[in-house]
């Protein structure tokens, strides 16, 4: 190929994504074609996408999937509704309250793979339309809390980051804890603010219901506990964690409240194949696309000219929103962080971010990339979800989308939230 052909090349292949080809195509396409121009071999991509997939944490991602969607096939999601409906029934907005802390609990299982609006989507809607929530609020809110768990433990998008920065992944976790609770308080005042303006009817709490909703749900509620306690104590490593989760969701889900039949099993681990499997696809030819820029020498060409032209860390901040928030809404999480940290992680140390705090800004930013209009992809699953038109989900999310905004940005410019609990 001529060197006069790569740039008309390269555009086909963004204009082909935005058409909706397969992102691992598009990726794949450029890094082929940015190694054939440079002269560099093409046994390259294979050999990164091997190196990927052979990494030791790996592991860990089509398993929390796994969990995640034996999770959502099973009756886990009205438990976890009628339990925090009981303990938060109480409060104006204590069912949005549930709604938000109920995404959240799934999306760190799931990743942000939008199987949380496509499995808790109708459930939570129906739940908070039926106590008077007006529909364009409750669609708004379940939209913008579909991508709300990924800075949990054990979020994959953190595991993966942490594998691609060599960052510690413990302390990831750590970093993540205050600026995810800052997101779901958010929402959740929201819900609060927009029970209040409506007069919306609350339930007493009675021991009782709360009693056998806790008997009822007791099991979800130790899954994220024991992981979370195995992993931090040094008991399990991050992949025998997911391991965990597979089996005790399996015993739980299988044998203890019988919510999926034996016989279903592989259909619910064959529901789950496609989302692992594009995962898996895209991390390894965005590996190889990264490799490139990498010894193109992008990263430390880009720290030069940014040395150059911005000297305050806070423009530098505000210019790194920017460009994350667009890359969240052109790429998925996983392939944004292996493509695009790399590009990042030495501009931050420039300006001595750190490392955690850099991590949880990617994220968080990555996060909110799902919402805005008018390529979010929580916005499509949405659509498909509550069959409502985009135009209408774009102007229910708005008012929710400014306001993870905020917390986005309170976030990225007060570090204490990232470093609170990281150790030393």
Known sequence: ASHSLRWPTVIFLIVAAVLGAPLFVVIGGIAILLFSQSGGTLSVIPNEAYSMLISPSIPAIPL????????????AGKRLVRL??????????????ATVIVC??????????????LALGALLSYVLIQNGSQTKFTHGLVTASGSIG??????????????????????????????????????????????????????????????????????????????????????????EAGAVAVLYTIILEVFFHRDIKIRDLPKTALKAVPIIGGVLIILTVARGLSYYIVDAEVPFKMSIWVQQYISSKYVFLILLNIALLIT?????????????????IPLGEIFGIHPVHLGVIFLANL?????????????????????EPLAKVYKNVIPFFLVLLVTVLLITYVPWFSTALVPG
């Open 367 to 387: 996060e909110l990339g799902y919402l805005p209009p008018p390529v979010g992809l929580n916005l499509f699953l949405a659509s498909y979800r509550f069959g």
């Open 104 to 117: 959240a609990f799934f999306t760190t299982f799931t990743g942000a793979s939008g199987v949380t609006i």
């Open 64 to 75: 929390f999937t796994l969990a995640g969607f034996l999770l959502s096939e099973s009756g």
């Open 328 to 344: 969240g809404c052109m790429m998925d999480i996983f392939s944004a962080i292996v493509v695009v940290a790399p590009l990042i």
């Open 84 to 97: 925090f409906r009981a303990f938060f029934g109480w409060m104006p907005g204590g069912l949005a309250i």
């Open 150 to 239: 990924l800075l949990f433990p054990p979020s994959l998008p953190i595991i993966l980051y942490g594998v691609v920065s060599q960052t510690n992944i413990k302390h990831m976790f750590l970093g993540g804890i205050i600026p995810g609770a800052i997101m779901v308080v958010a929402l959740s005042a929201m819900g609060i603010i927009s029970a209040i303006r409506n007069k919306l009817e609350t339930t007493p709490f009675r021991v009782r219901e709360a009693v056998h909703a806790i008997r009822d749900s007791i099991g979800e509620l130790l899954l994220p506990l024991i992981i979370i306690v195995g992993y931090f104590t040094g008991w399990i490593t991050i992949v």
